[in-house]
């Protein structure tokens, strides 16, 4: 799974760069602009599915191919949905024809998405076949771009091609699967059923999307574009550490959904070793930010981003809180309690939007991390005691 991502992310970096320098300032940031509206949309095409059949098919993998049948069938019905939408908005508010057409093409990432099954892979706990999507996909994309598009003059090509090479590899694994078009009335049941859960795990994610990022949101009504430009750079670290433990989590999430009902010993086994792990990247991650904080942002960035160093030793520290509260966060989710991850989740979106409000007038940055720092604190401190009254109940059963 870090592979994966590594790869992908060094593809996509490449590519960004290769687009930035060759279609130039005004035509790269109209497709940075339709890029980051369709990503936003991909949010409302998977509705938690995708990790709600990772746990199903960690726990029966002999209906993998009916699960890969069923969910991706519902997926395309909502990127159709999507896709008409979106364009039919841009066609009647657009004037430019351009512009109509590029959103056209990057609207079609919507199919791409609805037919990937990295999912069901994971659920196998084939990790390998998650890595050779996310290095294929994203290495097509860039050779394709690369040999395609050579100036300004390109620039419908660029936003095409990346959406068609996103097309291979979701078909080869749709082939792989056995697929088969599920439309029929009896299947929408059966997706009613699947959504009765998938729509709780997707709503978690959307929460802790929303409060962590409108704390720069919050801070920019508040603040200096100085000061929240300084917060940004301490925020997205700590995004980028938290989204490290979230790959960990993505990777234990099949390993608990098949065991939690076979085997509670190797749960238990399991969700140690991520504590163990989480052990260990506190000390290799988080107390070196704490500490060398100062010396980090000034050689990265430079001395006018020093007073970001506080406020990121703050939320290094709630960092901690981060990682021990995804392991037993994940196994909640694993187990099918995850209505407790979303009270979770809730109850922090609203301490941390409190704190804001009464801290940023005064302490701009600063009160930000506190709030952060709170709100962690009160996510642990809430799964470790759902985790306790839910699986200990399990087990006693």
């Known amino acids: 799974m870090a592979a994966a991502n590594i790869a992908g992310s060094f593809f996509s970096i490449a590519l960004f760069i290769y687009l930035a320098r060759t279609l130039k300032a005004e035509a790269f940031g109209s497709i940075s602009y339709a890029h980051s509206f369709i990503f936003y949309m991909l949010n409302f095409v998977d509705l938690g599915l995708s990790t709600y059949g990772v746990r199903e098919v960690a726990k029966n993998k002999e209906r993998v191919s009916e699960y890969v049948s ?4 519902f997926k395309l019905l909502i990127a159709g949905v999507l896709f008409v939408i979106i364009v039919a908005a841009a066609f009647l508010a657009c004037p430019s024809t351009q512009f109509k057409v590029l959103m056209a093409e990057v609207a079609l990432l919507l199919f791409a998405a609805a037919m990937g099954t990295d999912w069901a892979f994971q659920g196998q706990e084939k990790m390998r ?16 771009i690369y040999i395609f598009v050579k100036g300004a003059n390109d620039f419908l090509k660029a936003p095409l091609l990346y959406s068609l090479a996103a097309f291979f590899i979701p078909i080869a694994f749709l082939l792989h699967f056995r697929y088969r078009p599920k439309f029929e009335m009896g299947y929408l049941k059966q997706i009613k059923r699947y959504l009765s859960s998938s729509i709780i795990i997707w709503s978690i994610a959307i929460f802790a999307q929303v409060y962590n990022g409108l704390d720069i949101v919050l801070l920019g009504l508040f603040k200096s574009p100085e000061e929240v430009g300084c917060f940004s750079v301490a925020r997205r670290a700590v995004s ?3 989204l490290l433990m979230v790959f960990l989590a993505n990777a234990l999430l099949p390993r608990l959904s098949s065991t939690f009902s076979n085997d509670i010993c190797q749960f238990k086994s399991a969700t140690g070793k991520f504590l163990k792990i989480s052990l260990f990247l506190t000390i290799l ?9 100062g010396p980090i942002i000034s050689f990265a960035l430079g001395g006018e981003y020093l007073s970001a160093s506080l406020p990121f030793k703050v939320m290094a520290l709630g960092l901690i809180f981060v990682f021990f509260n995804l392991p037993f966060s994940t196994g909640l989710v694993a187990a099918g309690f995850e209505k407790e991850v ?3 989740v809730l109850a922090s979106a609203c301490l941390n939007v409190v704190v804001n409000i009464i801290l940023m007038p005064k302490y701009g940055m600063m009160g930000a991390a506190i709030a952060f720092l709170l709100a962690e604190i009160l996510a642990l401190i809430w799964i470790l005691c759902a985790y306790r ?3 200990s109940v399990c087990r006693r059963s």
């Open 240 to 242: 980028g550490c938290t």
């Open 342 to 344: 979303l009270k979770q």
């Open 389 to 391: 009254k839910n699986i």
């Open 129 to 144: 076949m998650v890595f050779v999507s996310f290095a294929a996909t994203t290495l097509l994309q860039f050779l394709l």
């Open 285 to 293: 991650v988080v107390l070196p930010i704490i500490v060398l904080s």
């Open 70 to 73: 069923e969910i991706v069938s």
